[in-house]
């Protein structure tokens, strides 16, 4: 099961002006905790990212020293870990066609848009971790190594916005779901933009987000449910053409449907010393229900900072993060509090 952590800050009074916005928080008192390794240090602005241009070092003789990698390429991608301290949980504005501004955007007006979820950590509450990674997981380039062989108690890990409205949403989003393509229609109805507080319905429209390639991406719930309903429909057609009734015809495909538990985001860390695996450790960063045998009743898409317990990595050098995933996702996750065994 899932399990809170307290962030490595405690926020004590916090003001907001507009939080939905990304409006600046006035932090009056904070209370450290030494023992985490954050990421405050690197001097971000507030909301905002960097790629760093190399590797970088981080922690101090308290909480421990780790380097983490990072490949910058010359496109603006990179591969590895990145800095940010953004906190939005919306769809861009200006991707949708309806409050797009007037002549279009250019092709990095629209990136910019899209990093805006990207680069941003999805939390129920305004984001208490100040600043924290956000990876790009490729190969083995997200990965971190100890100054000194240690265990690693646990790590924070979360969604980035982009990967929550692209696997809670899709691509587009309007009030008229398409049931043959599970898709929502942009030529649909108007709704309101998820988790905004102004409930003007001046402000009701469709909204986009391109997937990874600009790609269009479907829902996890959506592509279970095409999964379910083809194999509803193979099944149909086999007991018709076995000669059984309708009403035998029809049990089969609902069990045939009813069958299939599919859509799912894993994370996965592993240890290594001296060059050699010590072991994995599995957390479901998104699940549909009866994915996962043992604990059948998850079913989330991560919408804050959770603790993942790695101690039975055991004594570790170096930690590799990577992705699987039941359909093709983006790439990323954001990671925060390191804590490092005395």
């Known amino acids: 099961m ?199 319905t001046t402000r009701y429209g469709r909204f986009s987000l391109p997937g990874p390639g600009g790609t269009n991406m479907i829902r996890l719930s959506g592509e279970e449910n095409l999964v379910k309903a083809a194999a509803g429909h193979t099944a149909a057609e086999a007991a018709r053409l076995a000669g059984k009734t309708e009403a035998a015809v029809k049990a089969d495909s609902t069990k045939a449907a009813e069958g299939i538990s599919k859509g799912y985001v894993k994370l996965t860390i592993k240890g290594f010393k001296a060059g050699a695996t010590t072991g994995n450790v599995d957390y479901w960063l998104a699940i549909r229900p009866k994915v996962d045998p043992a604990n059948p009743e998850l079913n989330y898409v991560q919408q804050d900072w959770f603790k993942v317990g790695l101690a039975t990595l055991g004594t570790v050098d170096k930690l590799v993060f990577q992705l699987s995933s039941s359909t093709p996702v983006p790439p990323y996750f954001c990671l925060d509090g390191i804590r490092l065994r005395k």
């Open 2 to 200: 899932k399990q809170k952590f307290s962030y490595s800050m405690l926020l004590v009074t916090v003001a907001m002006l507009s939080f939905f916005s990304c409006s600046k928080e006035k932090r009056e008192i904070r209370i450290a905790y030494p023992d985490d390794i954050t990421f405050e240090e690197q001097g971000l602005p507030e909301f905002s990212f960097r790629i760093p241009d190399a590797p970088f070092k981080v922690g101090n003789d308290q909480s421990g020293r780790i380097t983490v990698n990072v490949k910058k390429n010359g496109d603006g991608t990179f591969s590895g870990f990145a800095l940010s301290n953004k906190n939005w949980r919306s769809y861009p504005w200006n991707l949708s066609p309806d409050f797009a501004p007037l002549g279009g955007l250019t092709a990095a007006q629209k990136q910019a848009s899209i990093d805006s979820t990207i680069f941003s950590v999805f939390t129920s509450k305004p984001n208490q971790t100040g600043s924290y990674l956000v990876a790009s997981v490729k190969d083995e380039d997200a990965a971190i190594t100890l100054e000194k062989p240690g265990v690693v108690e646990h790590i924070l890990v979360a969604n980035t916005t982009y990967n929550v409205l692209l696997e809670s949403y899709g691509s587009a989003y309007s009030g008229t779901l398409d049931p043959k393509t599970q898709e929502y229609l942009m030529t649909g109805g108007k709704v309101k933009n998820i988790l905004i507080a102004n409930t003007s």
